[in-house]
């Protein structure tokens, strides 16, 4: 009787452990079975052109790519094309980030009942929220020069602009694009998958930093001399600015003022909050991982002065600074970012607080002085808050030129990012680039 029982409650754990591993098979294949459908090794799908189903769209409409004959085509304006590259993706499946890779089981109208044999053989439309009239300018503005460009709308949390360069069009893609230098990282999306230093843009963290933990911040005066001595070593400025305090120190990028908070600050500090401002940690955009940025923790003051200013091993990627200036312009929330309609089961949660509303609401006053102080109409109509940096890259070549911030507009709620590559002054390099884009948006 013993031995029945054991055996009978033995047969109930098998059975038990069948439904559970059928369960977990079922919950798999509803979340990979678009994926897996689509992979590279599906035949059916994969056979001839890549991937020949399916429509992708701009936000308003605008084809970016399209079937022809059983072929894939792109946007017949090149500009066009290769500003949509990186997002749009190539035949060949070379850019991982584009979206005929990512949403590849929408595109082939993959359902969980009918496989990829559906009633409906011509595959699914994505719709991206793209603008590509504003990516078409974003890229002519980078005029040939390496860099990226990303817009988000920080009231949707819709990614309206990511161009990288260089790129190419898919549509003819250049025959000597392995080998050619002109085209080396052609593949990657710089806006998403790369970090760059960030120089003085980062000092919108040293500068949240403080405005949460040192208490008379804006009461202190801070001396300017060309730069200032860090534990017996010299952090130069770009200016000598003399006596400074804080909202002025940052209108002018004093490496003094941000030397010193970071210094009184520590690096543990800063490294929290490069950490909870979202710089450092990677998150979906559209589904896509973002690459993760960097705040090493420096042994010495001197190199803690230069991490606080953006320098030393500092890196961040063009979309996560984005991210903060939207959240900085909304009150301090972000939102998972968003790319297309064709994200189905989605893991990961929604809203998420980057920092204090009110230190994002002195944030926002100071980047609107950043801008107003200059004094000078880099932005004709339009109400801008904004930080530059200029990142020293050493190896004697020209600094990386950054400039970022948002429009200040709750009908036209834009954050944007902009890095030139080796381009020389921040302000006027990449805030021309900012500004040719964020007008074509509010034509
Ligand atoms: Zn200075």
Redesign the pocket.
């Known amino acids: 009787m013993k031995r029945i029982k054991r055996r009978a409650l033995f047969a109930v754990a098998v059975s038990m452990l069948l439904l559970l591993g059928t369960a977990l098979y079922v919950l798999k294949f509803l979340v990979y079975g678009g994926s897996w459908a689509a992979s590279r090794v599906s035949f059916a799908v994969w056979q001839g052109d890549a991937a020949a189903r399916g429509r992708i769209l701009g936000r308003n409409g605008e084809v970016l790519a399209d079937i022809k004959d059983g072929r894939r085509v792109f946007s017949s304006d090149t500009v066009t094309a290769q500003a949509t590259l990186h997002v749009v993706g190539d035949a060949e499946g070379k850019i991982g980030t584009g979206a005929m890779s990512v949403y590849r089981s929408k595109l082939i109208g993959y359902s969980p009942i009918f496989g990829i044999y559906g009633p409906d053989t011509s595959g699914g439309d994505v719709t991206l929220t793209i603008d590509a009239k504003a990516s078409a300018a974003a890229y002519r503005a980078l005029d040939g020069r390496r860099g990226a460009v990303v817009v988000i709308n920080y009231e949707t949390w819709e990614v309206i602009c990511l161009v990288s360069a260089p790129s190419f069009d898919p549509g003819s893609p250049p025959g000597d694009i392995d080998t050619n230098p002109e085209y080396e990282g052609a593949y990657l999306n710089r806006a998403i998958s790369s970090t760059f230093t960030p120089g003085s843009t980062f000092k919108l963290v040293t500068a949240a930093a403080a405005i949460e933990n040192i208490q008379d911040l804006e009461e202190l005066i801070f001396h300017?001399s060309?730069?200032i001595e860090i534990d017996g070593q010299w952090v130069k400025?770009?200016?000598?600015?003399g006596a400074?305090n804080f909202e002025t120190?940052l209108a002018?990028s004093?490496?003094?003022?941000f030397a010193e908070l970071a210094v009184r600050l520590g690096a543990q500090t800063l490294w929290e909050y490069a950490k909870e401002l979202g710089l450092t940690e990677p998150f979906s955009v559209g589904g896509i991982a973002t690459a993760s940025g960097k705040f090493d923790l420096a042994d010495g003051k001197f190199e803690l002065a230069w991490s606080g200013i953006g320098q030393y091993n500092d890196l961040v990627s063009p979309i996560a600074m984005t991210r903060l200036c939207g959240a900085i312009a909304s009150g301090g929330n972000t939102a998972r970012l968003e790319l297309s309609d064709a994200e189905g089961i989605s893991l990961t949660s929604g809203t998420r607080r980057l920092l204090n509303a009110s230190t994002a609401a002195r944030l926002k006053e100071l980047m609107l002085n950043n801008v107003e102080s200059a004094a000078d109409d880099m932005f004709p109509g339009l109400i801008v808050g904004a930080k530059s940096g200029t990142a020293e890259v050493g190896g004697g070549k020209e600094p990386h030129a950054w400039f970022v911030g948002f429009l200040d507009d709750p009908q036209q709620p834009y954050a944007f990012a902009v890095i030139v590559e080796n381009g020389g002054a921040g302000r006027t390099v990449a805030g021309a680039v900012a500004n040719k884009v964020l007008q074509e948006l509010v034509k």
């Open positions: 300017c060309g730069g400025c770009a200016g000598r600015h400074v120190g002018h004093c490496n003094a003022v």
